[in-house]
DNA sequence: AGAGATCTTCGTACGTTGTACGTGGTACGC
DNA sequence: GCGTACCACGTACAACGTACGAAGATCTCT
C-alpha cells in the first residue's frame, strides 16, 4: 500500500502524496460501499475485515468504529442491495408491476451473489427492506386480492425468486449470454463421473438426465433470463385467476 | 469427553469401560452421520474439525484419513440429505407423486437447515443426486411432458422449494405447530424499529405491511406447511395447464 | 517368532480469521 | 494552555482449517 511510517513534511522533498486518495474520511457510508464491491469482486470469502481496511487504506481495528462487529457490517451491505431493487410501479397494471420488480431482483441478486442466502435469513429487516415489502403489498392488495391471498401471492413469487437465485449462484459465468458454458459444465461433470463409473453405465442408469443434457441443454443451450420468466408468468397467471375466482 | 490417557488395562481397576463407544472404528460413513449431527443440533457454524473429532472421541487430524478436507464432508454430508428425499413414486398419477416428493424435501431440508444454500451450489453431484434428478425428470417425461416443458417445470419447482426451504431456514422455531410465535417475532421486530423512529409514524409509513402483519398473521398465525402446498398446487396446476395445452 | 510394511491415529505448528483492549494523535471548547 | 472528546490503529488472543511427520497398531512374509 503506502508508507505509513513517513513523517507528514518533515523531508520536504517529498511527494504530494495525492491528498484525494488518501484524505477521504471514514465513514459508514464508505465502509459499506468498499464492502459490497469486495464481496462483488472475490466473492464471499474474500470480505475479511483486513482486506477490506487494506481496501480503503486504513488499519483493520478502525473498521469498528463506523460497525460493530462483521455481522452488522453484513447487515449494512444487505441494505444496500435491497436498495437497488426497483420498487413495483404504481403506474401500470399489477402484473406488469410485480413482474418488472421480480425481474429486477434477480438483476440486482445476480449482481451481488453473495448476498442470496443472507437477503431472507438476516432477522433484523431494514429500511429498504420494509420500504419493498409494503409496496409489494400495495401492488397486491390495491389489484383487489385479499389480505390471505396476498400473504400466498408474496410468499409464492418470493420462494420462486429467491430460490432461483439461488441457483444461478455459483455458475461458473457471469451474464446469461454465455450460455453454452452451462451446456460444456454438464457435460464435464458426466465425464468426471464417468472416470468412476462407466460413462455408458451412467447414461443407462439414468436415462432421462441424459436425455435432457444430450439432447436438450446441450444443444441448443440454456437462456436463465428466459427460464425464470417462463416460471415467473406461469406463476403470475395462475395468481390472478385465483384472484378471480374468489 | 473422557480420559484419552488413559492406558488399556493397566489398571486393573478401571471400570468396563464400554468398548462399544470407544471401539467403534473411525470410518467415513460415521464422520459423515456424526456431522451431520452435529450440523442438526448446533448450526453449520458449529460444525468444526475439532468439534467433529471431540464427538468422536478422537484427535481433530484422524479425520484428515478419511475425508481430503472440509469442503469434500461437505459434499459427503449433502449426499446423506439427498439420500432422505423421497424419490417420487411410479405407483400414483405424476402430480401426485411430484406433490410428495416436494413435500418431502421441505421436510429434510427443514430437519437439516444448514444443507440449505448448499445443496444447490455444489459443483459436483453424487449419486444420490443424481438418482433424485433422474426420478423427477422421469416423472414428468413419462407424463407426456415435451423435454423444453419438463426443464421448465423442474426449474419451477425446484426454485420454488428451496426457496420456501431458504425463508424458513432460521426461523426461531423448529416445527410450524407453534405457528404463533412468528407473530410475536413480527411484532418484536416492529417494536424494535419503532424505538429509533416512532410506532405509530412505522405504521403509518407502511400501512401494508401493518395491515398484513397486525391484520392476519398476529391474528390467525401463519402455517408454513400450509403456505407451502398452496403454492405448490398452483404451481403444479399450472404445468399441467401448460403440458395440455400443448 | 521376528522383521518389515502398511494402516490409523494424533501432537505440534502455521497462517488466517474476528475482535478486545489500550494507546497515541488530532480538534476544539474553555 | 489544557482538558475532553473523537478517531485511528498496533498488539494480542482464541478459534479455525490443515501440513507435516512421528508414533502406535495391525498385518504379512519368512
Known amino acids: 500500500m503506502y508508507d505509513k511510517s513517513r513523517h507528514r513534511n518533515e523531508e520536504h ?18 465502509l459499506l460501499r468498499a464492502a459490497v464491491a469486495l464481496a462483488d469482486r472475490g466473492g464471499f470469502e474474500a470480505l475479511t475485515m483486513r482486506k477490506l481496511a487494506d481496501e480503503l ?4 481495528m478502525s473498521l469498528y468504529h463506523y ?11 444487505i441494505e444496500i442491495v435491497f436498495g437497488e431493487i426497483d420498487l413495483p410501479s404504481t403506474d401500470v397494471d399489477w402484473k406488469t408491476a410485480l413482474r418488472q420488480r421480480a425481474i429486477s ?7 451481488h451473489r453473495w448476498a ?19 409496496a409489494v403489498l ?29 441457483q444461478e449462484k ?27 463409473r462407466q460413462l455408458a453405465a451412467l447414461a443407462q442408469e439414468f436415462p432421462y438426465l441424459a436425455e435432457v443434457v444430450a439432447g436438450h441443454v446441450a444443444k441448443v443451450g440454456y437462456d436463465f433470463a428466459a427460464a425464470f420468466e417462463y416460471g415467473l408468468d ?7 385467476k385465483r384472484r378471480d375466482a374468489a
Chains 1, 2 share one sequence.
Open 13 to 30: 522533498m517529498e511527494l504530494p502524496e495525492r491528498p484525494t486518495k488518501a484524505r477521504v474520511p471514514l465513514s459508514k457510508e464508505r
Open 57 to 60: 487504506g486504513a488499519g483493520a
Open 67 to 77: 460497525v460493530p462487529n462483521k455481522d452488522e457490517l453484513l447487515d449494512g451491505m
Open 105 to 111: 431482483t434477480r438483476e440486482v441478486l445476480n449482481r
Open 116 to 134: 442470496v442466502g443472507l437477503m431472507e435469513s438476516r432477522p433484523t429487516p431494514g429500511l429498504a427492506s420494509l420500504r419493498l415489502h409494503d
Open 138 to 166: 400495495a401492488c397486491l392488495r390495491e389489484a383487489g386480492f385479499s389480505i390471505e391471498l396476498t400473504i400466498q401471492a408474496y410468499s409464492v413469487q418470493d420462494a420462486y425468486i429467491y430460490g432461483f437465485a439461488l
Open 170 to 196: 455459483n455458475l461458473p459465468f457471469e451474464s446469461a449470454e454465455e450460455s453454452a458454458a452451462v451446456a460444456e459444465e454438464q457435460v464435464r461433470q458426466f465425464a468426471e463421473l464417468a472416470e468412476e
Open 234 to 240: 406461469l406463476i403470475l397467471d395462475a395468481l390472478e
